[in-house]
């Protein structure tokens, strides 16, 4: 498993696990995020800037503080299309 | 009167929608006791007049905080007759998965299926008639920046809306045991009619098991809450500890998996999008970043060349006015014409002039947010933003604060963390908003060569980014540190802002502006007149006065020009005369009226038929140096009392605003004082 900011951009994940307490949990499933969730990693800013994603055809940007609380898993197969 | 709430996920095009349905017909208020604003519009359809309440925008119905608490509140204690849901069409599993939780509250429900066009462009196609089925809600298709599906929208409200009763969608499912659970706890609560609760025995349910804690909050006065509360509690202790989290992610499951039935996926081609492409440039931050700088540069630039011609027009207009009035009431009523134009025309005209840029500085403002360029922005500046004590949504608010502090120190609310919160409202009047505008483009009118204007306007504006920074970071320790940065930003598609919704958000920007010179700009115009004019100097006095002199002798012995010797010892070592120091008591009040005040004060002091432009009366009597500190000193130590008191109430701190006028005037003083001094060495 590895940290959401430490995953190359272009990867397809898979979402294991949410290290942050139900606050947080919580709005992560309003934007789809949450265990067994499959996303896509477009980008990643360095300077401690955000990791954006893009699910369900959605771009979402995750800052850099809770982008370190989100382990995830590189899928095997990549997936080509999303949502 | 029927009454309607509309509800939907933020970008999912509410407030468009919104507008398009109202029209101009709106109320901005605030809920009770809370500083969450409440928009309240109308609408005609079928010879039915309905009331409609715009929501704020959300993704569930869990609050997690007070001012999403409100939602709850006017949904269930208000009892609309029909809700209408706003779905964004190109990303329907989220607006889902709150349709399913309001389908709990069995109130009539109509779902508004929007932005179709940016769903077909992106390759999907929904089924509205399938979704209507599979849920049992009326489905409407609209795109509302275009205007398209209005009138059938109000039509279905109101039909939804009269035939009431709950919709007849099939019970959300969860899988066992939650399933049973939730039925089990459901027939408790409706088997205890003492705990008199607004709330449908099914969402009480729902959210009870979610753990919910401001419902729990919310209906503990009531007598069957007790027991009620043990079982919550003895079920979840069954389940597990997650039972939370189990529910709201298979609810997620749910929507996504009827989002997936009714669209129809076209294969996706082979090139990827224009916005995609434009995002691979744009979201690059060696690219995005100087293209933000590019664009607001260009938006200063715009309001000089576009702004100027048409303020010019303005300005000759007032003028001829107040030429004709001279010639029609002079010699009949000289004091009448000198209120006229003296007072009202001077004062409420010179802040008139302002208008075209004002509009166009909006504009562009609007245009910034609806086009998705903000959020942008936000996302490749966050990681800089975070290392400065703020937040990338900071952003928002900042770019916002170039109109207006109030709004903008509202918009802060966007920012999930407190401390983040309080710095960005701490600094933002470094970012200098439409008040300061017109003071900035007069003095950089009068003392810069015209090449370099749109330039040196541009550096103010920079110099305070700069010095809000620079603030922000030597504060970022004072506040309490509690909880990290929380950055989490959806960044919506680019959109073409529709013509509509840029016109009806400038001109109601422009409308408060109007607002504001006739009333409070109009009533400080005649009070600085009056107090400007009288008490008049004795008639022998003024006799032995030569003729030239006259009208700086009667303005010297005023009420105004006693005050200004008064304070003149406090301006004196920053370079500023007792002329400047009548306006600067005026701009404490409202910033605009420093020109207004500048204006009487040169009307009254003028000789006769004498008339030049405010800019070249500056330009004759004071030197660029001058120039320079009136910029520093609106830049960093003008206060203003509207959006002090929006900050006392939004920190929540009135010290904190307090402190904030009372360091931002130290500093920019002191800011005033060493550039004036080296000036002087200087020679300038």
Redesign the interface.
Known sequence: MHKLTDVQPGTSVILKEVLGG???????????L??GRAFLVL?R??????V?VEI???????????AEKILVQPEESPV??I? | MLKAALIGNPNAGKTTLFNALTGARQRVANYPGTTVERKEGGFQALGEDVALIDLPGL??L?P?SPDEEVVRVALVKERPDVIVQVLDA??L??GL?LTLELLTLETPLVLCLNMLDVAEA?G?HVDSGALSKLLGVPVVETIASKGVGMEALKRTTIKTAKEGGAPKAPRTTYGEPLDFALKTLQSTIEAAPSLESNFPASYLALKLLE?DELLLKAIQAGAGYAPLKAEVQAIRERIGQST??ML??RR?EKA?QI?KGVTL?RP?PAQETAGDKL?RLL?N?RVGIPAFLVMLFGVFALTFLLGNPLAEGIERTIGALGAWMIGALGTASPLLASFLTDGVLAGVGAVLTFLPQIAILFLALVAMEDSGAMARA???L???M??LGLH?KSVIPMVLGFGCAVPAIMATRIIESRKERLITMFVMPLFSCSARFPIYVLIVAAFFPKPLQPLALFGVYMLGVLLAFLIAVLFKGAFDKEE??????????YRMPSKKTLLFFTWQRVGQFLKRAGTVIFAFSVLMWAMSRFPSPPANELAAVPEGLRPAYRLGYSFTGRLAKGIEPILEPIGFDGRIGMALIGATLAREIFISQLGIAYALDAPEGASSSLADRLQKDYGPLTGVCLLLYFLIASPCIAASSVMAKESGSPTLAFLQVGFLFALGYAAVFVVYRIGLMLGA
């Open positions: 139900k606050r947080l949990q919580k709005r992560l499933i309003g934007h789809g949450f265990e980008e800013l360095g300077q401690g800037g955000p954006l369900e055809g959605s771009k979402l940007a995750v800052g850099r503080g809770i080509g299309l949502g | 993704y569930d869990t997690l190109s990303n599993a989220r998965y992106k999907a753990g939370d989290m709201k992610q997620y996504s989002a996926l996706k995002d979201l931050p936000a996302y490749l966050e990681g800089w975070s290392r990338g990290e940065g929380f950055f989490l930003l959806e960044i919506p598609p």
